[in-house]
């Protein structure tokens, strides 16, 4: 019994001792659980070859994913590339991948070394998804796994490392703070999810003829002309000194091993007689977002609307198989970016991610670059005086 300040004798529960920790706050299971994710230790190594099916699976559920970073498509890489490898580096959490690192190695006079190249714009860190509905522990869990890659990349002995991550993947503090580069870059990405909002937000010229070239009776097909892209292709490299992927064979049988993996599909717009006029070449795969990696229109077909024609054509076709999103891979400041942007795609940020190269590589680099460049401009020329020639 306990008398209050009014007087009136009060009864308190009774508690025996083992009903007093009855008084105590209950725990909540699932506060529980978030501290034992950020508590685990993460730990980074390189997957054996046995494991690159669970990496694969990881590459097509994380939100910073891509076609890039699949198996499949780097040993495909590593075909159609002298001296090249790769290997995985992941950051685990409990056995599960908490996010990793497809390291592409190119061979040089100094050794291998890792850096974004043609064909190869992403080769950045993936995150795995976390669920965590605070955005304090959701951060604390990337830092955590960054710091775990971070460790493991620093020791890596390459003379130079480089990577670029995609757009959805722009919180680096933990390399920024360790002395490594970032660099900015953009590219456009156009959103598959409503394709009527898609239409609205293209620029209305781009619009008039797309509509055009239909009335015209311009037809795509996804087919594997691969002779008839390349030429574009190669037209292109001569009108505006743009970079020749690969050799002709070596492309060519790139491409065909990732088609008949699923991860590229040739898309052609061809005149009512068949010719065709413009070609793109799109990276597919597992992962909701894809990528087009190259476009091409022949020089007599540039005024009229086709290449706008076969873009929008390939959005609906991408939308249809359930893709989310296309990547247009880059943009610059020139004119191609300008028709990019009225392609209806918001510009992205992506960051290249830099540690000081080893001594004498960057000179060794400039130096086959400028021998490289040289040539390039030499064939440009051969061909103009050609033309000339033969006109």
Not at 200 to 211: E, G, I, N, P, T
């Amino acid at each position: 019994m306990f008398r209050g300040e009014s007087g009136v004798l009060l009864r308190l529960p009774s508690f025996s001792v083992f009903d007093a920790g009855a008084l105590r706050l209950r725990r909540n299971p699932r506060r529980e659980n978030k501290r034992h994710i950020l508590s685990t230790t993460v730990h980074a190594r390189f997957l054996p070859p046995e494991e690159h099916a669970r990496w694969a699976a990881f590459v097509a559920d994380s939100p910073d994913g891509g076609v890039h970073a699949l198996p499949a498509y780097l040993e495909a890489l590593c075909d159609a590339t002298t001296g090249s490898s790769y290997r995985i580096l992941c950051a685990e959490r409990d056995g599960r991948i908490a996010g990793g690192i497809a390291l592409f190695e190119q061979g040089s006079r100094f050794g291998q070394f890792v850096s974004p190249r043609l064909l190869l714009r992403y080769n950045g860190i993936l995150l795995a998804r976390h669920e965590a509905s605070s955005p304090a522990q959701r951060t604390a869990w990337q830092l955590h796994t960054m710091t775990a890659l971070e460790e493991a990349l620093a020791k890596l002995p390459y003379p130079r490392l480089q990577f670029r991550c995609r757009s959805t993947l722009t919180d680096l503090r933990v390399f920024a703070n360790r002395g490594w580069t970032l660099q900015p870059g953009w590219t456009y990405v156009v959103e598959l999810a409503d394709m009527a909002a898609a239409w609205s937000r293209m620029h209305k010229d781009q619009r008039r003829l797309v509509q055009r070239c239909g009335e015209h009776g311009v037809q795509v097909t996804a087919d594997g002309d691969f002779d008839a892209f390349h030429d574009l292709h190669v037209e292109t490299h001569r009108r505006k000194g743009a970079p020749l992927y690969l050799p002709h064979d070596r492309f060519r049988d790139f491409v065909e091993a990732l088609q008949r993996k699923g991860l590229a599909r040739l898309f052609h717009a061809r005149l009512p007689s068949g010719q065709i006029i413009a070609s793109q070449l799109v990276l597919t795969g597992p992962h909701p977002v894809t990528h087009t990696i190259a476009a091409a229109t022949a020089a007599d077909a540039l005024k009229s609307g086709v290449s706008a024609f076969l873009r929008w054509k390939v959005f609906e076709f991408l939308a249809g198989a359930g893709y989310r999103a296309n990547d247009l891979t880059g943009a610059g400041l020139d004119p191609v970016t300008r028709f990019k942007s009225q392609l209806g795609g918001e510009l992205a940020l992506c960051l290249r991610v830099s540690r000081p190269d080893r001594s004498g590589f960057r000179a060794g680099e400039f130096a086959r670059d400028l021998v490289q460049r040289m040539k390039s401009g030499f064939t440009r020329k051969r061909d103009a005086t050609d033309e000339h020639s033969n006109e």
